[in-house]
């Protein structure tokens, strides 16, 4: 039920934060250590590469899952469109592990991937919202987002719980593989968790940005170089689909190899300001769009802000900023819709489980 909320997308984003708080806690063992399955453990441990194979929202968080697994242990990870994967099967490594991220765990094109690699004996790990799912009892391995039920056809929490749990499994794989990270996790999703419900109260700033920069805009960036890109992908998606405006997700630095031919005097250019490696030349190439004209919105991170910076995001750890940075961009996707009278919780075309391929 949406209790007072006038949409379930909006409860679905309040919710956030408390999800955070229900994932630590499900993962955490009797210690306050987080633990996982040790077959998972082992599975994990035991791949010389994983695939990670996903759609839409839940491709956006394995592309940050790439980063968390890869960083904290050490295997490498490469991401993949269940949609494509069929045609253009990569060449496997010797010991594969998959990695499905599904928050209804029903979506056929994902379906598909994972029929295909158990058929060739691969072992697969299904990471999904729904206990039970198609998904689920297909793969060898189960992990729980613990999201609650994601009615708004826009995925929202199910984004930041995937992103959670992703970091959970590679944090708990490096530390099994002997790999000492400089990051208490549980003290770090906690710090993300308060961050998420600051953000949340905050909703009249994301409001405005979205009556400022949205109303007449027929299409709208969101730049980001590393992680930030990666969430800049997941934002377009977000905007595109509930408010219908032509939204681009991009990489700040390949802007000049093309696409900036597209900004015109007041094309919206919101950019992410998360990571202290590319701060200064995501600022850059934000410079390079304002100086053709563009209505940029920078949201940076504190610590990273700069003077005019039109929102500063409160600090968390630089491998958690998705959790943080996405919010701002569920929001201005949401009022953007809303003051176009959009059908916010359904939008047009689509479907909630997309179980055809
Ligand atoms: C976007 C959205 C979709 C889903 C995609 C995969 O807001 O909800 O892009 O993320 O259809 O769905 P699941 O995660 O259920 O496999």
């Known amino acids: 039920e949406k209790g007072t909320y006038p949409h379930f997308m909006l409860k679905e984003i309040d919710e956030q934060p408390l999800v955070m708080r229900k994932i630590i806690q499900a993962y955490q063992n009797a210690d306050g250590d987080l633990e996982i399955d040790s077959d998972i453990k082992q599975a994990m441990s035991a791949a010389d590469r994983i695939y990670i194979v996903a759609c839409g929202t839940s491709y956006h968080a394995g592309l940050v899952g790439k980063q968390l697994i890869e960083k904290l242990a050490a295997i490498p990870v490469e991401v993949h469109l269940a949609s494509e994967f069929g045609y253009n099967m990569?060449?496997?490594s010797e010991k594969p592990l998959f990695i499905f991220i599904s928050q209804s765990g029903e979506t056929a094109d994902s379906r598909a991937v994972l029929v295909k690699v158990k058929e060739m004996g691969h072992r697969a790990l299904t990471i999904t919202n729904v206990p039970g799912s198609t998904?689920?009892?297909?793969?060898?391995?189960?992990?729980?987002?613990?999201?609650?039920p994601e009615i708004a056809v826009a995925s929202t929490k199910a984004y930041t719980a995937q992103i959670a749990v992703l970091a959970i499994l590679a944090s708990v794989t490096g530390a099994a593989k002997g790999i000492t990270a400089d990051l208490d996790l549980v003290k770090e999703l906690g710090i993300a968790a308060n961050a998420m419900e600051t953000l949340c109260d905050a909703?009249?700033?994301?409001?405005?940005?979205?009556a400022e920069y949205l109303p007449a805009a027929i299409n709208c960036f969101f730049i980001g170089r590393s992680i930030d890109h990666f969430v800049g992908l997941e934002g377009a998606l977000k905007l595109k689909e509930i408010s219908y405006i032509?939204?681009?997700g991009f990489a700040g630095g390949e802007l000049k190899h093309g696409t900036i031919a597209l900004i015109e005097e007041q094309t919206p250019v919101i950019a992410l300001a998360t990571q202290a490696g590319v701060n200064g030349s995501i600022r850059a190439n934000v410079k390079e769009v304002a100086a053709r004209g563009a209505s940029t919105c920078?949201?940076?991170?504190?610590?990273?802000e700069t003077e005019g910076d039109r929102f500063v995001l409160p600090a968390v750890h630089e491998l958690l900023t998705p959790l943080v940075s996405v919010i701002p961009l569920q929001l201005i996707a949401y009022y953007a819709a809303l003051h176009r009278g959009c059908?916010?919780?359904?939008?047009?075309?689509?479907?909630?489980?997309?179980t055809v391929e």
């Not at 060898?140 to 609650?148: P, S």
């Not at 909703?203 to 979205?210: G, N, T, V």
């Not at 059908?343 to 997309?354: F, G």
């Open 135 to 148: 998904l689920s009892r297909e793969s060898d391995y189960t992990m729980l987002l613990h999201a609650g």
């Open 246 to 248: 032509q939204a681009e």
């Open 203 to 210: 909703k009249e700033e994301f409001e405005q940005i979205a």
């Open 343 to 354: 059908d916010v919780d359904k939008p047009r075309n689509l479907a909630k489980s997309v």
């Open 90 to 92: 990569p060449l496997l």
């Open 298 to 304: 920078i949201i940076s991170m504190q610590g990273l």
